[in-house]
């Protein structure tokens, strides 16, 4: 609803539905002011974001489905609260793991080649691979 206080009751719904259809649902946190102050917080981002990674290959090993959530509500007062979350720890998603009952329709991704370059020896880049 801080979201969208706009939500009818159904959208409400939904996204509560959605909050609890994973047995288990983690958020992934990275925390901006801990640790080796030398380690940039974007390194600090990407590893996690390698971590959980791992995490869904795993899931995905052991049988299990899991995915990704993220969106605008990760940096809502309400979920900040809920978590608990200090100032300087950013909720980067939530990772759902658990049986699938159903898979949805796959979706058409870019090609590499749309988004990728290549660094060419005289310093000027190609497009593609």
């Keep these: ?23 288990l649902l983690l958020l992934l946190i990275v925390d901006g002011e801990c640790g ?3 380690i940039d917080l974007f390194e600090r981002i990407v590893s996690a974001g390698c971590a959980v990674q791992n995490m869904l290959l ?9 995915a990704l959530t993220s969106g605008k509500a990760l940096k809502s007062v309400g979920l900040r ?5 200090t100032p300087g720890e950013h ?7 658990g049986t699938v009952q159903s898979r949805k329709t796959a979706r058409l991704r870019p090609a590499p080649a749309d988004f ?3 660094l060419l020896p005289d310093g000027c880049t190609m497009a593609g691979f």
């Design 36 to 38: 080796d102050p030398a």
């Design 58 to 66: 795993m899931a995905t090993a052991l049988g299990y489905g899991s």
């Design 116 to 118: 990728a370059r290549i």
């Design 91 to 97: 909720a980067l998603c939530f990772v759902s793991i």
């Design 81 to 85: 609260a809920l978590f608990g979350l």
């Design 1 to 23: 609803i801080e979201r969208d206080a706009a939500a009818t009751p159904e959208q409400v719904a939904q996204a509560r539905e959605k909050a609890h259809r994973s047995p």
